[in-house]
């Protein structure tokens, strides 16, 4: 297996480990055990766990950008932008079951405290199009003046429970009741 051959089988087994039982139920001898390599060989590509689920959260928001920015225009209006991210991202989950359950354990965890609080209340990144789009809302007037992180909850909270739930087999997603269900998170945040 070549090094990036290595680096891939360990973020993919990662993934899949984290995604299932957790962060302290992968620890990092089960994670080379599952990618193929040696139990030392791990610590060639990454020096710590804490490390590797951090890169793994990168390397899940590298992969899922292209797919929900696919189409994405910034001339049309907040609505039809919020609509088209919003939509995106539910297919996103609902197609890529282990990204969205990793997604929710390092959510849900103080690396997702860190990483939402700045990427909340922190200096705006270059590609965040998705706290633009908020920004945009806000100061055009066809979103409520709330705190950002209000806005967040209401756009994210709703999806990320809709898709948990169309994941668990409680309910059954299809693009009619994906369009309802980002179009009440959109009620939820328009003026």
């Not at 891939?8 to 087994?13: L, T």
């Not at 899940?60 to 919020?82: N, S």
């Not at 996103?92 to 959510?107: A, C, G, R, S, W």
């Not at 998705?130 to 756009?155: C, F, H, N, W």
């Amino acid at each position: 297996m070549t090094k990036p051959d290595k680096r891939e089988e360990i973020i993919r087994a990662a993934l899949e480990l984290i995604a299932e039982q957790g962060f302290h139920g992968a620890p990092m001898a089960m994670i080379a055990k599952n990618a193929g390599v040696a139990a030392g060989t791990i610590y060639c590509y990454f020096e710590n766990k804490d490390i590797l689920i951090t890169e793994l959260f990168r390397n899940l928001e590298a992969r899922a950008y292209p797919v929900i920015t696919e189409g994405y225009l910034l001339e049309v209006p907040v609505r039809d932008r919020y609509l088209h991210i919003g939509t995106a991202l539910l297919k996103y989950f609902i197609t890529n079951p282990l990204d969205f359950k990793y997604l929710e354990q390092f959510l849900n965890s103080p690396y997702g405290t860190v990483f939402r609080r700045d990427r909340l209340m922190g200096k705006k990144e270059e590609h965040d199009i998705i706290r633009e789009l908020l920004e945009d809302g806000v100061s055009q007037q066809v979103m409520k003046d709330i705190p950002l992180i209000v806005l967040y909850a209401l756009t994210f909270g709703p999806l990320l429970a809709v898709a948990r739930d169309h994941i668990l087999g409680f309910i059954q997603l299809d693009e009619h009741l994906i369009n309802l269900t980002v179009e009440a998170c959109w009620n939820a945040v328009k003026r």
